[in-house]
């Protein structure tokens, strides 16, 4: 796609051609170096990270990008609230490539974990899609933010956690307000692989963690895949067996899913490590077999206060390939 970019400013040296970036992180070598190549090849680019990975880390590929007089700007998301589990950040996740095509999703653009991590994404040729990804930008950046309406019933929404768009009452309609409303209105399956989970709750206290044990209870088939090694309790990062590994207790949210009768997965990959390790990096949700959900937003409130977004998409094609990884996932890895 960057390619591609730079094809169109070559065949048409007078237009303005873009490569909008906005992700949590971009340390990797490969991908400075395409964007410092777009940006001789007269490409205006511009990068949003978290200010913590760019202030933080010292790293040359962010000095790079500096030196290239990139716009390179780091994006403080640093709110206080009760409800806030971890730090949060600028955790949105999408390119946007001139005015017709974008990709968004769960990674990062640190391309050396890519063969390991399983991250998932969509990718659209859509003006429309690149106008209200550039919104999210644009509002980033310092602008106004604006508001738009939505049907929650619609084929089609893209929703982010500072947004201003509401439904016909007037209310918001927000990520998290989605995920719980999906939940509550499915009626036969509910299929998740989540990096993390917690407590998230709506705006009447109703937990996300109770809508998918009620799901179940009124007959739902509900199965959720987990990364094994977050699924736990204590120190994560840390050397032990797989032995101690599968002995230590899980999260409080996790054990009362299983106790529940749900069906909770928890996935590590085909061999031991040192530190134990899961590939498990999306967040994507499939209900009824063909409403997608899918982004950078994790499942616990601190993602309420990050910068995240989440695409709500209701079509049988759409899902099919959602559906393909999460049986895939289940017969390439150890799942517990």
């Known amino acids: 796609m960057i390619d591609k970019v730079i094809s169109s400013k070559h065949n048409a040296p007078d237009r303005l051609c873009t490569i909008k970036v906005s992700v949590d992180c971009i340390d990797d070598y490969d991908f400075a170096n395409h964007l410092v190549n777009a940006s001789e090849q007269g490409v205006l680019v511009q990068c949003l990270v978290d200010w913590r990975k760019m202030t933080m880390t010292n790293s040359h590929n962010y000095a790079r990008l500096k030196r290239a007089k990139i716009e390179l700007i780091g994006v403080v998301c640093s709110p206080d609230h009760p409800l806030i589990e971890v730090e949060p950040d600028m955790h949105t996740k999408f390119i946007i490539f001139n005015d017709e095509d974008c990709i968004l999703g769960s990674f990062n653009i640190t391309f050396e974990r890519w063969w390991a991590n399983w991250e998932s994404g969509m990718t659209f040729h859509s003006k429309g899609v690149c106008r209200l990804l550039d919104n999210i930008f644009?509002?980033?950046?310092?602008?106004?933010?604006?508001?738009?309406?939505?049907?929650?019933?619609?084929?089609?929404?893209?929703?982010?956690?500072?947004?201003?768009?509401?439904?016909?009452?007037?209310?918001?309609?927000?990520?998290?307000?989605?995920?719980?409303?999906?939940?509550?209105?499915?009626?036969?399956?509910?299929?998740?692989?989540?990096?993390?989970?917690?407590?998230?709750?709506?705006?009447?206290?109703?937990?996300?963690?109770?809508?998918?044990?009620?799901?179940?209870?009124?007959?739902?088939?509900?199965?959720?895949?987990?990364?094994?090694?977050?699924?736990?309790?204590?120190?994560?990062?840390?050397?032990?067996?797989?032995?101690?590994?599968?002995?230590?207790?899980?999260?409080?949210?996790?054990?009362?899913?299983?106790?529940?009768?749900?069906?909770?997965?928890?996935?590590?990959?085909?061999?031991?490590?040192?530190?134990?390790?899961?590939?498990?990096?999306?967040?994507?949700?499939?209900?009824?077999?063909?409403?997608?959900?899918d982004g950078s937003f994790n499942w616990y409130n601190t993602s309420v206060f990050s910068h995240d977004l989440v695409v709500i998409a209701a079509n049988h094609e759409v899902a099919k390939p959602y559906l393909h990884e999460f049986e895939q996932i289940q017969q390439l890895f150890r799942v517990y």
């Open 138 to 293: 644009q509002s980033q950046r310092g602008g106004v933010i604006q508001r738009y309406g939505i049907d929650p019933f619609s084929h089609f929404n893209l929703l982010y956690t500072f947004g201003r768009h509401t439904m016909q009452s007037g209310e918001n309609y927000l990520p998290h307000h989605a995920i719980l409303a999906e939940i509550n209105r499915a009626k036969y399956s509910i299929k998740i692989s989540l990096f993390l989970i917690g407590e998230l709750l709506g705006n009447y206290n109703d937990s996300v963690i109770c809508a998918l044990i009620n799901a179940k209870n009124r007959g739902v088939y509900v199965h959720i895949l987990f990364n094994g090694h977050l699924a736990r309790q204590g120190k994560i990062g840390v050397e032990r067996s797989m032995e101690d590994e599968l002995n230590r207790p899980l999260l409080p949210v996790i054990e009362r899913l299983r106790n529940s009768g749900v069906n909770v997965g928890l996935v590590y990959g085909q061999d031991d490590h040192p530190v134990p390790y899961s590939p498990i990096h999306s967040k994507y949700c499939i209900i009824d077999d063909y409403i997608v959900i």
